[in-house]
């Protein structure tokens, strides 16, 4: 059988997570959450006092670049340094900065890099912001997912809160308009609709929705 990639890009919280997991779980796929990888070196940065309200030390998280090492388990689990981080990286610390830090191309390249690394073996499903239009141009599919504003914001608060964090409905629904400002407007790999891309939506279907419409897509691709 062919090598497959499959993309699925979209803005925060229209469930591209959810649908990458259930479509790997389905063929036996790797998933690749590439926005863990942004916000493991999010974390990283905070963690060494690179990264505050007040500071942003780009040039020194530059330097460190060769000893930071961001991976996934066998069990796509985000490892940092050998370290499993999913919890970490998913507070509202590491969201309120996150893409200060992924506009930056020099952390992009570092990223592009290590995903067309992981993605070379094939059959892999990789969810983000720019990954059918510059990790993976020419992958075999691509899904771009879209959401109304209430349904993210929604889907958000309820994901944090379940994971005990105190959070409001309008401090999660700032922090996704913030980032969706600066991942559309900044000027290297802006969140867009990639080429050939199927737009699917999140308000419409659920999950099992989503899913019926893009295996059925898949399916023909590996007929
Ligand atoms: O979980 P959520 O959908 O809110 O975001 P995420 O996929 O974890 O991505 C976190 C942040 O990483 C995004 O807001 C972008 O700033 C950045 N990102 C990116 O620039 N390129 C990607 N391929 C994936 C994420």
Redo the contacts with the bound molecule.
Sequence with gaps: MESIIITIDGA??TG??SLAKAIAKHYGFKHID???M??ALTLYAQDHNLLNDHKFDVDTLIDHLPTIDIDFTNADEITLNGKIIEDQVRSMEV?NK??LV?KEPLFRQFMVAKQRQLGEKGNVVMD????GSVVFPNATIKFFLEASMEVRTNR?YEELIEKGEQVSVEEVHANIAK?DH??SSRDDSPLIIPENAIVLSNDKEGLTGLFNIATAEIDIHLR
């Design positions: 925060s919280s591209k997570s590439s926005g863990a942004y916000r969201s996150v893409s992924a983000g912001r720019d990954i958000r980032r600066i991942d």
